[in-house]
């Protein structure tokens, strides 16, 4: 973990330096400084020739500095071994062999049958004297020489052990393993399976475990760096080690299937010392001596022409030989101002928004919109010239569509300060500033809220008409009457190329930094999806569930002030799941019977449970953004199946493990999460509901009033950030919702009825 932030830090440092260094240069860069004197500067030509006056010496800097980074970069990187990494990873692959050998043991079942007790008698000749004994369940005779035994005996029948099914060892194995290919698992279950009937010394399951293990020994021993690992895992997949040992028929699955295992088990265990190796260097740059140039007197320091080095500079200064000047004092000016708007910006990055400063890749995003901001200011010095009015085609609009979008409406606000501050930088012109500052704000509340494509170009057009009369407005109290007319076409103009280059820049920005915008929204929620076709043909009763829960999410999250689009899109998603097993799920068992009535409580609590998992996988394939598939993930939580825990009670009694009938999902965070679990449980209820009963506005209220409590009381919303009152306003928003779904309707007359059946 202090790995992991110290490199965020350093990974931030980096980004921010870039961000002010690109900046300075896209605000400096062909800019006309004016006539500049004649001055004396390192790296420039000299105005004429220098000679010593008297005997100097002068430390020669950079060379001194070359000598000490050349010392510097002699020095190999120090690196350090991480002992708990190896015992990790050998353990994790020790971990799985042993699931692999646990989901494929046998189950032995022992079944007393009361109706077989049967007597039986015993004789035998004794030299004791002859006894009478009698005790509950037997008799016993003894005469002189014999004794005979009658007891009542019970007959134990005992079921041949049987392991479990290959496909229950193998669901068992992909929830604990979800990581690993599906050729991986079946190949170990094979293999262990097929020692069932080996001898000890002659099962295959050990070979593999030693090779993996072997070889994953050897790697750790060696030392793993984080730059090689990529490589070696390459390595491990594409060339896995022979197993000799192992069948023909098994060998190459069982290889693959060990360097998929090694592949995902394997980490990096040598880390680089980062103190040991600036140590290192530091020592050896100290041990550099301080390199000084002589120059006697009289002797040529620097020729007419002659491109000028620092240690010259030092020693004509110190001769005095020149008038020291500085003509670059308004470039550095307008640097510093740059470099400190830029600063102040990321500052508040950093406090307001701290979620979005912890992850690099979005500090990175917003130094990109910051020099893309510091490139747009220059727009009106390049069209503008002789027309005033050309000014208003700055693209500053275009950053308020960009921020609202990858990031959100705090952020977006934020972006007016570097937008305005870099315009007045580069023209100087208030008008064009303030311009600037409004035009950056005015698509936030247009952009920020919009569930349909038609709305988020609607957003583009309205905030173009936006700019109007600000144009007009501008133009006329800064320019004069005369500019007005001209003024309002091209700032409409300049509402309209941003808006629609915006819409053209955000999924390449979304898709470069993995970020899920509105446009990537509006495509998931669109019904001709992949996914969602795949939802709507192999379980069409999921997919009704799934539009249903959808249209609750996106009531309660406008009730919430979440975000609609986003939950919507998580609850089409969220059973994805039920597509690979949908018959096992009672929304798509129409006219067919239920096969879990078949089957044992825990292998059903199994199949449900792994429609978390399998949603997970068919994401990944879908590429469903994680934002999305954390709706897969989280709209369970770890909550109880109830109706197979019943069950287990009614089978097994107490000899159960209740932990065995919980989902193994994630516990909501966030508000959109929260209201995808409660709606799916509502839905779900609601149903249930109605299939029983007529359902009343009571009825429904306080069955989604029990579903809310029993998750709060279940602990499945301790991690999220909803309050009692947003809960409040969500059981309001599904109460509606369901009252209008499940309305009582009149029966009209000669309607036509489901015939009842005839009896056979």
Known sequence: MRIASRLSSMAKTGIIAATLVATVLALVIGRDPGPAPIVLSVGEPAPQAFYATVKVDVPDVAETERQKAAAAAAVEDVYSSDTQVTETVLASIAEFFADVRKAAEPVVIEVEDPDSITPSTTQATTTTAGTTATSEGSTETTTPGETTTTTLATTTTTVPPEPPPVEE????LEVLHPLLRDTTIEAM????????????????LPIAQR???????????DGIRSTELASIKGRLVTSPRP????????RTAVENAVADLLSVSLQANEFEDENATQAARLEAQNAVAEQVKSYATGELIVDLGQRVEAVQLKAIDELGLRVVGDPVAPVRALG??????VLLAMVFLGRVTADYWRRPKMVGLFGLLVVLAAIASRVPALVARDRV???????????????SNLFDARVAVLM????????????GDLALVVFAAVATLAPIPLVSAVSSRAQLNLAVVFSAVIQVPLVAALAWFFYGPDAVVLSMVWGFLSGIITGVVALGVMPILSTLFGITTTQTLLDLTDRNHPALRRIEDMAPGTFNHSVVVGNLVDRAARAVGANPLLARAMAYYHDLGKTVQPRYFVENQFGVTNPHDRLPPEESASIIRSHVAEGLRLAREYRIPPDVSQGILTHHGTSLMRFFFHKAEEVHGDRFDPADYRHRGRKPRTKEMVILMLADATEAGTRALVQHEDPTSESIRQLVEGIIAEKVEDGQLEESDVTFGELTRIKEAFVDAMIGYYHTRIPYPGFPVARTAQPA
């Open 211 to 221: 090779a993996a293990l072997d070889t994953a020994e050897s790697y750790l021993l």
């Open 336 to 341: 510093a101002i740059a470099i400190l708007v």
């Open 169 to 172: 060892q193998i669901a068992q």
């Open 243 to 250: 197993l000799v040992l192992i069948p023909e028929d098994l």
């Open 389 to 403: 009015e050309l000014g208003f085609l700055l693209p500053a609009a275009l950053f308020g569509y960009l921020a």
């Open 189 to 204: 279950v094979g293999l262990v399976n097929a020692d069932r009937d080996l001898a000890v010394s002659d099962q295959l």
């Open 416 to 427: 007016a300060i570097p937008v305005a501050a870099f315009t007045a930088l580069t023209t």
